[in-house]
Structures are given as structure tokens and as C-alpha cells.
């Protein structure tokens, strides 16, 4: 099974801005479903935008720090076969990060679902 990461807008807007809670929400919604999406096409990807949950469920969530959970995202980064930029990742200072580690890694980077297809075709 194919390894996913999934890049993309959490914290800025489709402009590069700061976003309003709107807008991150709207970024959440996109992430979620496109690793949905992955996921009932086969794939094991990994959704940055789940880590919610472990604020909402920490016993000591003071120790739950942005740079803890983007160190975390890293790690699984890693190990995934490939990594899926969505759209206006561009914006995102942390996107840019995961793709300037995937390049470094050698870890394919892929921008459509038809990408990450042929991908599976070589990887497979």
C-alpha cells in the first residue's frame, strides 16, 4: 500500500494571508477530504489536518506546540512513498518545508489524483 503525505493550506489563506477561522476551517475540510478520498482509492495517507484531535483529547495539551506537531508531520513525511501538494500549497511556509524535505529525500512529489496514479503504476 502506498504511503501519502498531504500538503497543503492550514493556517494562511488562497491569497497568502493570515486566515479567519472560516478559512481554516474551509482548509481543514479540503485536506480531510482529499485524504478521504486517497484512502477509498487504496492509498494509506497520512492528513496533517487530523492532529485536532489530539488537542481535543490531550491530558496535557500545554505541551502540544505548533513546532511539536509540524515535527511529528516530519517524521511521518519520512517515511510515506510520496507526497500530494494541494492546491495553493504555495502559501503555506510549512507546505513549502514538507516539499523542500520530499525533494531532499528523494520522495516523489505529485500535484493531481492522475499523478499519484502513475506514480502507483512504478511504485507498485
Same mark, same amino acid.
Given at each position: 500500500?502506498?504511503?501519502? *503525505?498531504?500538503?497543503?493550506? *492550514?493556517? &494562511? $489563506?488562497? !491569497? @497568502?494571508?493570515?486566515?479567519?477561522?472560516?478559512?481554516?476551517?474551509? $482548509?481543514?475540510?479540503? =485536506?480531510?477530504?482529499? =485524504?478521504? &478520498?486517497?484512502?477509498?482509492? =487504496? +492509498?494509506?495517507?497520512?492528513?496533517?489536518?487530523?492532529?485536532?484531535?489530539?488537542?481535543?483529547?490531550? !491530558? !496535557?495539551?500545554?505541551?502540544?506546540?505548533?513546532? *511539536?506537531?509540524? $515535527?511529528?508531520?516530519? #517524521?511521518?513525511?519520512?517515511?510515506?512513498?510520496?507526497?500530494?501538494?494541494?492546491?495553493?500549497?504555495? +502559501?503555506? @511556509? =510549512?507546505?513549502?518545508?514538507?516539499?523542500?524535505?520530499? #525533494?531532499?529525500? @528523494?520522495?516523489?512529489?505529485?500535484?493531481?489524483?492522475?499523478?499519484?496514479?502513475?506514480?502507483?503504476?512504478?511504485?507498485?
Amino acid at each position: 500500500m502506498i504511503k501519502v *503525505y498531504i500538503a497543503g493550506l *492550514y493556517s &494562511r $489563506n488562497k !491569497q @497568502g494571508g493570515e486566515a479567519n477561522i472560516i478559512e481554516i476551517f474551509e $482548509n481543514i475540510r479540503v =485536506g480531510k477530504e482529499m =485524504g478521504s &478520498r486517497l484512502f477509498e482509492l =487504496g +492509498y494509506a495517507p497520512y492528513v496533517p489536518w487530523f492532529d485536532y484531535h489530539f488537542i481535543l483529547h490531550a !491530558q !496535557q495539551s500545554e505541551k502540544l506546540t505548533a513546532d *511539536y506537531f509540524k $515535527n511529528v508531520s516530519l #517524521e511521518w513525511l519520512k517515511v510515506c512513498d510520496a507526497i500530494y501538494m494541494l492546491p495553493h500549497w504555495e +502559501y503555506s @511556509g =510549512g507546505a513549502r518545508a514538507e516539499k523542500e524535505l520530499a #525533494e531532499k529525500l @528523494g520522495i516523489p512529489v505529485v500535484y493531481t489524483v492522475d499523478e499519484l496514479e502513475k506514480l502507483k503504476e512504478v511504485l507498485a
